[in-house]
């Protein structure tokens, strides 16, 4: 698992299946999950409450127990690195622009039809909310 796109795909997935299976986050990541992976699953898990906190906040006439938990995980994934871009110490961070684009091509290959445009929607709202924040307007 060598590109970073994979890593983070593999994030959620551990994500995902930790959420479902309530089974712990390290026994559901890849025996040969990348620190990057590990890291990034364990800070999109210990920074659950402030992406749900958005999610729910722009997922208009959505409550957050009705979003399928692979989108809901892709998105935290995704939020994690918007709002913690040095949350995997070392590592040169991905742009929130390109962290939303990786999370609409996940969702578009294994979400459903409607997932993308939901993904979309919510992380591009969540960012200018981050953003408006960040300069001192929210």
Same mark, same amino acid.
Not at 95 to 121: Q, R, S, Y
């Given at each position: 698992?060598?590109?970073?796109?994979?890593?983070?795909?593999?994030?959620?997935? *551990?994500?995902?299946?930790?959420? +479902?299976?309530?089974? &712990? %986050?390290?026994?559901? /990541?890849?025996? #040969?999950?990348?620190?990057?992976?590990?890291?990034?699953?364990?800070?999109?898990?210990?920074?659950?409450?402030?992406?749900?906190?958005?999610?729910?906040?722009?997922?208009?006439?959505?409550?957050?127990?009705?979003? *399928?938990?692979?989108?809901?995980? +892709?998105?935290?994934? &995704? %939020?994690?690195?918007? /709002?913690?871009? #040095?949350?995997?110490?070392?590592?040169?961070?991905?742009?929130?622009?390109?962290?939303?684009?990786?999370?609409?091509?996940?969702?578009?290959?294994?979400?459903?039809?409607?997932?993308?445009?939901?993904?979309?929607?919510?992380?591009?709202?969540?960012?200018?909310?981050?953003?408006?924040?960040?300069?001192?307007?929210?």
């Amino acid at each position: 698992m060598s590109r970073r796109s994979d890593q983070r795909r593999a994030a959620a997935f *551990a994500l995902y299946q930790h959420e +479902v299976t309530d089974r &712990a %986050l390290d026994d559901v /990541l890849p025996k #040969d999950a990348s620190r990057f992976t590990r890291s990034l699953a364990h800070a999109a898990d210990d920074y659950t409450d402030e992406t749900d906190e958005l999610i729910g906040r722009h997922a208009r006439g959505w409550s957050l127990s009705r979003i *399928a938990p692979l989108e809901k995980a +892709v998105m935290r994934i &995704a %939020l994690t690195e918007m /709002l913690y871009p #040095d949350v995997v110490p070392g590592e040169n961070p991905i742009p929130p622009e390109g962290a939303i684009d990786e999370a609409v091509e996940t969702a578009k290959t294994f979400c459903g039809a409607e997932a993308p445009g939901f993904v979309n929607g919510i992380l591009n709202a969540a960012l200018q909310d981050i953003r408006q924040t960040r300069n001192g307007h929210g």
